[in-house]
């Protein structure tokens, strides 16, 4: 069975930064594009980044441009979300997801497999 987990969560202060990872058990990620998503409560699931299969070809939302950077690392078959420069706006719930395909998609639905998520907590 497909499964994904982050780690990397945690408490940082505002300017800080944190590393997440995502490993996938069942599959390879190196096969699939992967996309980091956040969520906080009341507000929808919103795409972070995303890094394609094809040609690691990557995106940003506009809240994270210049600040994160997704890469993959796939001799342990990872992928990462590097955050500098974080706020409190980051503070969130961040999962990342998979899709079988060769092109990122900034669309949830789009997705396949989903992670538990990791709690991001960002004080100021």
């Known amino acids: 069975q497909a499964q994904l987990a982050e780690s990397g969560g945690g408490l940082v202060q505002s300017g800080g930064s944190l590393r997440l990872s995502c490993r996938g058990s069942?599959?390879?990620?190196?096969?699939?594009?992967i996309g980091w998503f956040r969520q906080t409560p009341g507000k929808e699931r919103e795409v972070v980044a995303c890094?394609?299969?094809?040609?690691?070809?990557?995106y940003y939302a506009d809240s994270v441009k210049g600040r994160f950077t997704i890469s993959r690392e796939n001799a342990k078959d990872a992928v990462y979300l590097q955050m500098n420069s974080l706020t409190a706006e980051d503070t969130a719930v961040y999962y990342c997801?998979?899709?079988?395909?060769?092109?990122?998609?900034?669309?949830?639905?789009?997705?396949?497999?989903w992670g538990q998520g990791t709690q991001v907590t960002v004080s100021s």
């Open positions: 997801a998979a899709r079988a395909a060769l092109l990122y998609s900034r669309g949830r639905d789009d997705y396949d497999y």
């Open positions: 069942g599959f390879t990620l190196e096969y699939n594009t």
């Open positions: 890094i394609s299969s094809s040609d690691s070809s990557t």
